[in-house]
């Protein structure tokens, strides 16, 4: 599971970071890409990575600001073209339906795949299968803003193959049941039980995802005890009250916010252009005040999400 940033600016393009993207690479899981926000040139900077459209099977849109979903008519045409047939799964606000379905009319683009549209509803999976349950409530941006709260089911222990061979123990079916944790008696007659030799159940990641926001506390809620955060950062510390005004946060504001919910990472983004170089630097250090585990994004950056015991 890996977090790549395409785009990690805030409001318009800049020459050091494009607008909002973030596609959450889940193809050792399940051979897929996530796609979160689809801001203005999204399909230029995939392809300047090893992301192939055709990969990505669900777009998760925070809000319906122009620096979010500019992105989504040229990038939805372009997986059609590049061989992309699969049914395609769109969450957003009310009206991300009729914009991107307008956008295609008003263009004559015709899709090669499916398009299924689902509105977001807070509390309740929005999304649910065996291995992820997807999670979103409503932030306070001015605007109907959703955060979302991205949950890996557990994976459960792994059968210890070393010890049932040092046992003699011989392959096959047996192994299955014993992986069920199942006691299975031996042609030699010995009893064996399954739960001794299956390690311990790993626990799934948490990957929270928020959309431009004031400090509030639905954001806390989606990021308890997660992994990483990934959170806007658009103004320094001694900007709280333009924060406010312009419903964003500040870079203290998110580390608070990671703080209290028991966060194991920050990322920061959304980062204005006024910030450049050492300016952009020291948001990050100001983050670190209060939430040492931070670190704020540029475009093109990869980060790993670990399993816990593997950190």
Excluded at 80 to 108: H, N
Excluded at 122 to 143: A, C, M, N, R, W
Excluded at 245 to 267: D, F, G, P, V
Aim: proline residues 4%; glycine residues 8%.
């Amino acid at each position: 599971m890996e977090l790549q940033f395409l785009g990690t600016g805030a409001g318009v393009p800049a020459k050091h970071r494009n607008v909002t993207s973030i596609a959450l690479k889940l193809l050792d899981e399940r051979n897929e890409v996530w796609l979160f926000d689809c801001g203005e040139g999204t399909q230029m900077q995939i392809l300047r990575t090893s992301i192939r459209p055709r990969k990505i099977e669900k777009i998760f849109i925070t809000h319906l600001h122009g620096d979010h979903i500019f992105g989504l008519p040229g990038l939805l045409s372009s997986r059609s073209f590049q061989g992309g047939d699969t049914p395609l799964e769109i969450y957003g606000p009310k009206g991300i339906e009729t914009f991107i379905k307008t956008s295609l009319a008003v263009s004559q683009t015709r899709l090669g795949y499916a398009l299924k549209f689902i509105e977001l509803t807070e509390d309740q999976p929005i999304f649910e299968d065996q291995q992820f349950s997807v999670y979103t409530k409503k932030l306070d941006h001015g605007i109907d803003s959703f955060g979302y709260r991205v949950v890996e089911h557990d994976h459960k222990g792994e059968l210890q193959v070393d010890k049932l061979k040092e046992l003699a123990i011989p392959a096959g079916p047996i192994y299955g049941k014993l992986k069920k944790g199942e006691t299975v008696t031996l042609d030699d007659g010995r009893t064996i039980d399954g739960k001794a030799f299956v390690g311990p159940d790993k626990k799934g990641r948490i990957v929270t995802i928020l959309g431009d926001t004031r400090k509030t506390g639905n954001s806390v809620l989606l990021a308890q005890d997660s992994d990483v955060l990934v959170h806007e950062s658009t103004f320094n510390k001694n900007e709280k009250k333009m924060a406010r005004n312009y419903y964003h946060s500040t870079t203290h504001q998110a580390a608070e916010i990671a703080k209290e919910a028991k966060t194991n990472k920050l990322l920061l983004t959304h980062i204005s252009a006024r910030y450049l170089g050492k300016a952009a630097l020291e948001l990050e250090n100001e983050a670190k005040e209060i939430f040492p585990n931070t670190l704020i994004m540029k475009d093109f950056e990869t980060i790993e999400v670990p399993f816990r015991e593997e950190e």
